[in-house]
């Protein structure tokens, strides 16, 4: 049984990683929080990740949190997928060149 990392995301931008790790310590051991920001301007971008010591506490934090108020805002809390299955998928490959069709 390993960690878990989880996305989280609709998070206040008045949060910090504190907050959130306060918050996710009910669910278990928190290893790690990482809010995402943005390179251009410094401001959070809503999302971040935590990542959980077991398996087991991340299921726990997505059944405890996910969907619940914090701060104001519905977070949602679910497993991360790994970047590089994202990057492969999705709508990401249709955006090539000659994929928009003729203009009118």
Not at 3 to 19: C, H, P, Q, W
Not at 35 to 45: E, F, P, S, V
Not at 96 to 104: A, C, H, N, S
């Amino acid at each position: 049984m390993g960690t878990m990392r989880l996305y989280v995301g609709n998070i206040s931008f008045k949060a910090t990683e504190d907050d959130l790790r306060e918050l996710f310590t009910q669910a278990g051991e928190v290893l790690s929080v990482k809010l995402i920001k943005d390179n251009a301007t410094g401001r959070l971008r809503g999302f971040g990740f935590v990542e959980m010591a077991s398996e087991e506490d991340g299921k726990k934090a997505i059944d405890l949190f996910n969907g619940k108020p914090f701060m104001d805002r519905s977070i949602v809390v679910n497993e991360a997928k790994p970047q590089e299955k994202r990057e492969q998928g999705g709508f990401r490959e249709r955006r090539g060149p000659g994929t928009r069709g003729p203009r009118r």
